[in-house]
Nanobody
Framework: QVQLVESGGGLVQPGGSLGLSCAAS????????MGWFRQAPGKQRELVAR???????LYADSVKGRFTISSGNAKNTVYLQMNSLNPEDTAVYYC?????????WGQGTQVTVSS
């Protein structure tokens, strides 16, 4: 089993910045990908950004140039730096990791962008 612990999130004004972090622990063998998804009220969960092993870093078009995903030195942590936030970024953000082709999810953290 793999456990994910997220931190960060909260309330920020439009144009502001927030950072999210996610640490994975447990039976971590082969990490295929780590990333972030989000789900706004009444909408489907969508990919925000993802780091794939041996592949490109993926970003949703809506966050390109504003969000940056990175991994930690321990290689089992992933961060999401969010700049120039706008109200459309309001959602619950979920950390996601694929270990040996099994999907694991964090509990989610709320990000609210409002004045």
């Amino acid at each position: 089993q793999v456990q994910l612990v997220e931190s960060g999130g909260g309330l920020v004004q439009p144009g502001g910045s927030l950072g999210l972090s996610c640490a994975a622990s447990g039976s971590i063998t082969l990490i295929n990908a780590m990333g972030w998804f989000r789900q706004a009220p009444g909408k489907q969960r969508e990919l925000v950004a993802r780091i794939t092993s041996g592949g490109p870093i993926l970003y949703a078009d809506s966050v390109k140039g504003r969000f940056t995903i990175s991994s930690g030195n321990a290689k089992n942590t992933v961060y999401l730096q969010m700049n120039s936030l706008n109200p459309e970024d309001t959602a619950v953000y979920y950390c996601n990791i694929i270990v040996s082709f099994h999907n694991y999810w964090g509990q989610g953290t709320q990000v609210t962008v409002s004045s």
